[in-house]
């Protein structure tokens, strides 16, 4: 027997009077969130605060731990930004998920892709020895190879901004710091995904979601961590004429 899948429901517009989003100035997940909202155009406060240092109230309304979190209406509290950012999507106008069951799947499947992508990044900015480095920047250009034939441009799908949207945003903005010092080389030879990264970068909702001072609050968070890829920034940062490995090797001191 044949079941026709139903479309999904028209979303039911919730007014709520209150919105506060607890969050970290650096987490890409919260940055997807603030994205949503943004687009959505729903009025919020936000409060970032110290998860080195995470406050006591804090830690009685996270049941993980983590940012971001939504208060709604100063009575309940959502966590995980996939639920936030669906949560803010189906209760508001302008869906940024595809009506279409499989299309809304497939969606969801690749902000998945995405959250892997983001682990990836963050071995890029820990891993402490060059092999291991160059491990991880192979892996993260076979990961945007696989979105290459995917992305149909400038956006996601097209010409309209989608969740899948919100969240590559935050992940090609690391790359936009990184580069802002060496070049990586993930991205050579992909021309869709470059143009998707640059149509994400000029994005309003995008620029938005992190502070002026984002760039040197990375590179200072990275720098902390004394990975190669710390080394490498330093190292570039003194003497930017030298090549990626040259100018490692050249200022780090032999054990």
Same mark, same amino acid.
């Given at each position: ?14 007014? /709520? ?34 998860? #080195? ?13 983590? /940012? ?9 509290? $959502? ?17 940024? $998920? ?6 809304? #799947? ?9 959250? #892997? ?33 995917? /992305? ?17 945003? %935050? ?21 869709? /995904? ?5 149509? $994400? ?31 490498? $920034? ?12 040259? #100018? ?6 032999? %054990?």
């Amino acid at each position: 027997m044949n079941i026709a899948a139903s479309p999904r429901p028209a979303p039911a517009i919730h007014r /709520v009077s209150h919105l506060h989003l607890i969050s970290h100035k650096l987490c890409p997940y919260v940055q997807r969130s603030v994205i949503t909202l943004i687009e959505k155009g729903v009025p919020y406060a936000r409060t970032d605060i110290d998860l #080195a240092a995470k406050p006591e109230w804090f830690r009685e309304i996270s049941p993980t731990g983590k /940012v971001p979190l939504l208060q709604i209406d100063n009575r309940h509290t $959502l966590f995980e930004s996939a639920v936030i950012c669906e949560y803010l999507d189906e209760t508001t106008e302008t869906p940024l $998920l595809p009506q279409d069951p499989l299309e809304r #799947a497939r969606h969801r499947a690749w902000i998945e892709f995405g959250s #892997a992508i983001l682990n990836q990044i963050a071995r890029l900015y820990s891993v402490n020895d060059e092999t291991g480095f160059d491990d991880v920047r192979t892996t993260l250009r076979e990961s945007f190879q696989r979105l290459e034939p995917v /992305v149909v441009t400038p956006y996601f799908t097209g010409t309209e901004f989608g969740l899948v949207d919100a969240v590559f945003g %935050p992940i090609f903005r690391y790359f936009d710091v990184f580069e802002s010092v060496t070049d990586l080389g993930i991205f050579d030879g992909l021309p869709n /995904v470059r143009y998707w990264r640059q149509s $994400l970068r000029e994005r309003e909702s995008v620029r938005q979601a992190v502070g002026a001072d984002y760039p040197q609050t990375l590179i200072a968070f990275v720098e902390a961590r004394n990975s190669w890829l710390a080394r490498l $920034l330093q190292a570039k940062s003194r003497s930017p004429a030298q090549p990626l490995s040259a #100018a490692v090797h050249n200022n780090h001191p032999a %054990p």
